[in-house]
């Protein structure tokens, strides 16, 4: 089978991953992927924290597919999608036949109408920048010693990591944000009043419920930001994280039907045509987008088994309408795909399922614990003694247990209460030592990897934590959960130090 990918991000790179691990034993497929950037792929999620200065910009690096996944084009843009006769044009004059094409082209930052922006190009030069990919991320950590003052306009979970990164480099930073408060898609008031008070005290000011109307510039370069009140922010370094617009236009172009991203159904594939597909934040599904990665992940792995169906369809002459029948009992996706943590020093908010001002189903229960003066909001919402939703706002270990019994589904105490104050009964938690801490405990939400797993990857070789993520997939997704693993890989070497000295060994006759 003949397969194009257009986008080598995060679930581009995940789609490779799905095919070749649903693909049958001694088929070989002619995938060509486009990216259009000149870098390999890598964990956008951590863009932030390149910025903050915790991660180089080659450790964010995906781990390699190998050849077998596909020919990898880099620094390759489709520019044109011929339907009729099956084909993706890249902006080196190359045509890509295809059997089956998907899109993966993702999102571009969003630009507020905001007078005098025009004026100025997002280049460094001008002080003005998006987050969206590596460039970026390099751009801003190179002027961060030179800024006296940064704003970041918009205050979603994006401009609070940055804002945090930001400030971490001693940079006065202020965030702008229209909402009535930080977070507002994700926390209700309550959580939203502790968040901004963690914020200030890492020295971030924010002004909710405004939004700038003008640009200052001087020679080329920004000097302040005018608010619809009339106020003005003073700096010189201005980040715009307000938001995203999915890459629609190849798709728009060759007509494919495309509403606020390029309308797919529930086995992604385009209604205008069965042999496009698209995933990740430039499809709009029946359910919607959330604009995390774990649905791209989990996307690409119903994708993977779509796309099987399809061959196997071919193959045997009944035809793409069999496969369309068949898509809805395709493997839906696993609960947890719409978890929400937030990056950055000193800060602990992690927003799941029903939360902040979502509707409540009926019958559900909602109990909360409010602590401002301890920079704590917590509380959680039961429906039929299962967690339908959680906000934690300095939850700590109570936060990672709920969203092990949001993720699994879980059996939780009858009086929810007891979720926000002691762990919740076999749930899946960090243990103090990994001695300690079950082969069944989770480490890597994002992925799925427990304790166990990464047991087994040292016993097959894995050294270090670029090996384990090699093998698992663990801390490729929101990084959260690499001081945990980096602690096992250490435990194991001491704890093994002969099978350690041996794969050492073996690492360095190779």
């Known amino acids: 089978m003949r397969i194009v990918v257009v986008g080598h991000g995060m679930v581009g790179h995940r789609v490779l991953d799905e095919l070749a691990n649903h693909r049958p034993a001694g088929v070989t497929d002619d995938v060509v992927v486009l990216g259009a950037e000149q870098a390999e792929p890598y964990n956008r999620v951590l863009l932030s924290e390149v910025v903050a200065g915790r991660y180089a910009p080659a450790a964010i690096r995906l781990p390699s597919l190998g050849a077998g996944a596909g020919r990898m084009l880099t620094g390759r843009r489709a520019v044109a999608l011929d339907r009729e006769a099956r084909v993706v044009l890249d902006d080196a004059g190359d045509a890509h036949p295809y059997d089956a094409l998907v899109l993966a082209t993702g999102a571009a930052a969003r630009v507020p109408d905001v007078s005098g922006l025009a004026d100025l190009p997002l280049l460094p030069d001008a002080g003005v920048h998006v987050l969206r990919d590596l460039d970026d991320a390099v751009g801003i950590l190179g002027q961060v010693h030179e800024a006296r003052r940064a ?27 229209g909402g009535d408060h930080v977070m507002d898609r994700q926390l209700g008031s309550g959580a939203g009043t502790a968040t901004t008070g963690v914020l200030e005290r890492a020295g971030v000011r924010v002004r909710a419920g405004s939004r700038p109307t003008a640009v200052g510039h001087t020679g080329g370069r920004v000097t302040s930001l005018t608010l619809a009140d009339g106020s003005q922010v003073l700096t010189d370094l201005v980040v ?3 938001g995203t617009q999915p890459d629609v236009e190849l798709a728009r172009a060759a007509g494919l039907p495309v509403s606020r991203g390029v309308v797919v159904g529930a086995d992604l594939a385009s209604p205008g045509d069965p042999r496009v597909f698209a995933a990740g934040d430039c499809a709009q599904p029946p359910q919607g987008s959330t604009g995390l990665v774990a649905q791209g992940w989990e996307q690409a792995r119903r994708l ?4 099987e169906r399809r061959r196997a369809a071919l193959e045997s002459g009944t035809g793409l309408d069999a496969v369309a029948d068949a898509a809805d009992d395709a493997p839906l996706p696993a609960g947890g795909a719409d978890v929400v943590r937030v990056k950055g020093a000193g800060i602990d908010v992690v927003s799941m399922g029903v939360s902040g001002g979502a509707h409540r189903p009926e019958g559900s229960r909602r109990v909360a614990l409010e602590d401002p003066d301890g920079g704590r909001h917590l509380e959680v919402v039961v429906l039929d003694r299962r967690v339908i939703g959680a906000t934690c706002v300095g939850g700590g270990r109570v936060a990672s247990d709920l969203v092990a019994a949001y993720t699994r589904g879980t059996l939780v105490p009858a009086d929810p209460a007891q979720l926000l104050l002691r762990p919740v009964a076999g749930a899946a938690v960090e243990a103090e030592t990994p001695l300690r801490m079950p082969d069944g405990a989770t480490l890597c939400r994002c992925n799925s990897v427990t304790k166990g797993q990464v047991v087994a990857a040292w016993r097959d070789g894995a050294r270090s934590v670029p090996d384990v993520a090699a093998c698992t997939r663990a801390t490729t997704g929101c990084g959260g959960c690499t001081d945990a693993v980096g602690g096992v890989v250490e435990w194991l070497r001491e704890s093994d130090p002969e099978t350690a000295r041996d794969g050492a060994t073996s690492s360095a006759s190779r």
Do not use: K, S
């Open 151 to 177: 704003c970041v306009v918009g205050g979603g979970v994006l401009g609070v990591e940055i804002a945090l990164a930001l400030a971490g480099h001693g940079v006065a930073t202020t965030i702008v944000h």
């Open 240 to 242: 715009l994280a307000a």
């Open 304 to 307: 993977a088994v779509v796309l």
